[in-house]
């Protein structure tokens, strides 16, 4: 259990705090992250290969993370089974309920996600910047990216102009 302080910006001490646990998911969660996204009205879905965390207070979930690889999805898709192991995962999943936001929830995903020993790349709006590198992400400019993850920000820059490409390197944990 992780409990985490929501702290006062004029007195700088703790004004609330929240007690949550972060979960690995498993497929009998499926229905119920899927809701939680379209209750948000947040477009994710898993697009296979996923490895997906949960924050929960009790039985609720109050934020999600969905993580795929994406390079071995591609092999899958063009039948390559002798693929080496893919070096990153794509974080395309990150939601906290705004309900639940400032208690350092979005944080606790990612430092979870870490320990799966892989580098995480992301693309996310330019108003996240300070959340993702205070994760230990950096910014990356597209052209540094894997051609794969190259080609996918380019798509997805036409539809929001306002995206960023960051890296979170692999932890040394």
Do not use: W
Request: net charge positive.
């Amino acid at each position: 259990m992780i409990i985490l302080s929501h702290y006062c910006p004029l007195t700088n001490s703790p004004s609330m705090s929240l007690s949550f646990t972060i979960e690995t998911a498993n497929k009998s969660d499926k229905k119920d992250i899927t809701a939680f996204y379209k209750q948000q009205q947040y477009p994710a879905k898993f697009m296979g290969f996923d490895h997906c965390f949960v924050a929960k207070v009790d039985t609720l979930i109050i934020g999600c993370v969905i993580m795929s690889d994406i390079e071995k999805a591609h092999d899958k898709m063009r039948d390559n089974h002798d693929s080496n192991e893919s070096k990153a995962l794509f974080l395309h999943g990150l939601f906290v309920d705004p309900k639940y936001r400032n208690y350092g929830v979005s944080k606790a995903l990612i430092d979870e996600m870490a320990l799966l020993k892989k580098s995480i790349i992301c693309f996310a709006d330019i108003s996240l910047t300070a959340l993702y590198l205070k994760s230990g992400f950096n910014k990356v400019s597209e052209d540094s990216l894997p051609k794969l993850y190259h080609e996918r920000y380019k798509s997805y820059r036409n539809k929001q102009t306002n995206l960023l490409a960051f890296v979170r390197p692999i932890s040394p944990r």
